[in-house]
T-cell receptor
Framework: GDSVTQMEGPVTLSEEAFLTINCTYT??????LFWYVQYPGEGLQLLLK?????DKGSNKGFEATYRKETTSFHLEKGSVQVSDSAVYFC???????????????FGKGTKLTVNP | EAQVTQNPRYLITVTGKKLTVTCSQN?????MSWYRQDPGLGLRQIYY???????DKGDVPEGYKVSRKEKRNFPLILESPSPNQTSLYFC?????????????FGEGSRLTVL
């Protein structure tokens, strides 16, 4: 079945460091890809998305490019801030089935801590 | 304000005592879903609902029930909770017109079963 593999954390960086969180996926067809962020004590929020190959999703300084040839969707940010400390989830969603069922498959999450 | 509201946020209970976690959304969304989050396992889908009176099992439905009598509400029922259901639970919703996967999440309900 469809699956998402994220780099294991935790990841600890100093403020203004460069961030990469790796994400690779296995899926049939052409899934949409997402990054969600979970700040401490809160629910998940959509951070960015890409719906087809070579699309780049971006938001709040974060970027990720849908690479079909490497089945990857790595999250990057050029200069992290303390406020970026959170858990980041990569996810994929395949096309709706004939019955209209819907499934979002999440990676296990990567905890990021940014120190001042 | 558009939101998904879960109650209770925190609950400690004992094995076998039935409980319900409520979920309500004010965005008129058709699709609603429950997930549980466990360390090292990420988020796993318990049940989902495509619309009123339409529910289906996710990946880990055992020990849970749901109902969707109204569009805005999607309660999660644990008829006889067991310690392995100790977890952080999230309700999520999505409306038509949004891309698949763009879910709005509640703040979570942390359940401990003793």
């Amino acid at each position: 079945g469809d699956s998402v593999t994220q780099m294991e954390g935790p990841v600890t960086l100093s403020e203004e460091a460069f961030l990469t969180i790796n994400c690779t996926y296995t899926a049939t067809g052409y899934p949409s890809l997402f990054w969600y962020v979970q700040y401490p004590g809160e629910g998940l929020q959509l951070l960015l998305k890409a719906t087809k190959a070579d699309d780049k999703g971006s938001n709040k300084g974060f970027e990720a490019t849908y690479r079909k040839e490497t089945t990857s969707f790595h999250l990057e940010k050029g200069s992290v801030q303390v406020s970026d400390s959170a858990v980041y989830f990569c996810a994929l969603s395949g096309p709706l089935t004939q019955g209209g069922s819907e499934k979002l498959v999440f990676g296990k999450g990567t905890k990021l801590t940014v120190n001042p | 304000e558009a939101q998904v509201t879960q109650n209770p946020r925190y609950l400690i209970t004992v094995t076998g005592k039935k409980l319900t976690v409520t979920c309500s959304q004010n965005m008129n969304h058709e699709y609603m879903s429950w997930y549980r989050q466990d360390p090292g396992l990420g988020l796993r889908q318990i049940y989902y609902s495509m619309n009123v009176e339409v529910t289906d099992k996710g990946d880990v439905p055992e020990g849970y029930k749901v109902s969707r009598k109204e569009k805005r509400n999607f309660p999660l029922i644990l008829e006889s909770p067991s310690p392995n259901q100790t977890s952080l639970y999230f309700c999520a919703s999505r409306g038509q017109g949004l891309g698949t996967g763009e879910l709005f999440f509640g703040e979570g309900s942390r359940l401990t079963v003793l």
